[in-house]
Each structure stands twice: as C-alpha cells, then as structure tokens.
C-alpha cells in the first residue's frame, strides 16, 4: 500500500516562499509520476503540478507558472514543490499525489495533506 507524508507547510506573508516535501513509501516511487493538489477553503480540489517518473518532463496550472517548481529525488523516494512569490490566493491544503491525471484533481493516491497560509 502507497504511503504519503507532506510536509513544509507553515503560514508565510505574501511574498515569501515554501518548500513542501512528500516522502512516499509503499511502492516504487521511482517508476511513479508524482503530483500535487490543492484544496481552498469552500472551493474544490484542484491541480497543481506534476512530474514524470523520470524528471525530464513537468506540468503546472497556469496560476503557478513562473512561481512553483516540482523536482524530485528518486532515491531518498522524496518529492518537492519550491513555492516562491507566494499570494494570498495560493492559501489552500496541499496533497502530495501518485500518479496524478496531468491538470486533473484525479490521482492514484494522495497523502493527508500541509496547510499553506499566505497573509497579505
């Protein structure tokens, strides 16, 4: 059974940055694409990002282009979403995900979730 354990969520004012860390177990997450979802009060699940398997290829909604990165380290089995010039907007719960559907909120699994809060 995939397990995912997210991490480096905190409150941060506009502006600043994050790095969210998912450690997964359960299964070989170098063979993987790995993702993330957010979920906004009263809105939603909603895509991310997302990265294949191997780290060549990335995917991001449009509303983090420019300001997010995801990468990933096979083997600590660990991904990462660096999250720079933070907006209040970008408040939500992040789920690290395993083998998401690419601009979907779909996925094979998902963990239980940071809190991100940006303050204006």
């Known amino acids: 059974q995939v397990q995912l354990v997210e991490s480096g969520g905190g409150v941060v004012q506009a502006g600043g940055s994050l790095r969210l860390s998912c450690t997964t177990s359960?299964?070989?997450?170098?063979?993987?694409?790995m993702g993330w979802l957010r979920q906004a009060p009263g809105k939603e699940r909603e895509f991310v990002a997302a990265?294949?398997?191997?780290?060549?290829?990335?995917y991001y909604t449009d509303s983090v282009k420019g300001r997010f990165t995801i990468s990933r380290d096979n083997a600590k089995n660990t991904a990462y979403l660096q999250m720079n010039n933070l907006k209040p907007e970008d408040t939500a719960i992040y789920f690290c995900?395993?083998?998401?559907?690419?601009?979907?909120?779909?996925?094979?699994?998902w963990g239980q979730g940071t809190q991100v809060t940006v303050s204006p």
């Open positions: 359960g299964r070989t997450f170098s063979s993987a694409a």
């Open positions: 990265i294949h398997w191997s780290g060549a290829y990335t």
């Open positions: 995900s395993v083998d998401p559907v690419v601009y979907t909120a779909q996925a094979a699994y």
